[in-house]
């Protein structure tokens, strides 16, 4: 749904899956939904879903930042970063996708300072 930008339908599967057990709960359908509302230009329904997910791992967070970044947003997808930084779990640290993400909001912004700060992760 998400890559053919089927809002209507992507929406109504969410409706399904909170209606049959809450399974956007799970990292993997909550990290899906994510990014088939940032796809979809929902940052809102994004947030939401991303809000509600009890635990949250790296393609959550890289989803939600991914999802800013592209739709305009970066100042909100550098917050999402230094969110997921202060977290500081494992499970949650930042892989190469999450970083590019990070230089590229960076690269929008003009924000040099954050990137070479960002560099430092890499």
Not at 7 to 25: A, I, N, P
Request: hydrophobic share 35%; proline share 2%; glycine share 12%.
């Amino acid at each position: 749904c998400a890559e053919l930008s089927w809002y209507d339908v992507g929406s109504f599967v969410h409706g399904l899956v909170f209606k049959h057990g809450g399974f956007e709960r799970n990292c993997v359908v909550g990290s899906s939904f994510v990014y088939f509302y940032s796809k979809c230009g929902n940052l809102e329904g994004a947030c939401n879903v991303f809000d509600e997910m009890p635990e949250r791992d790296v393609v959550a967070w890289t989803a939600i930042i991914s999802g800013h970044v592209q739709n305009g947003e970066s100042e909100r997808g550098l917050e999402y970063l230094c969110k997921m930084h202060s977290v500081g779990s494992d499970d949650e640290k930042p892989n190469p996708r999450t970083l590019e993400c990070g230089f590229q909001a960076c690269a929008n912004l003009g924000a040099l300072k954050e990137g070479r700060c960002l560099h430092g992760f890499a």
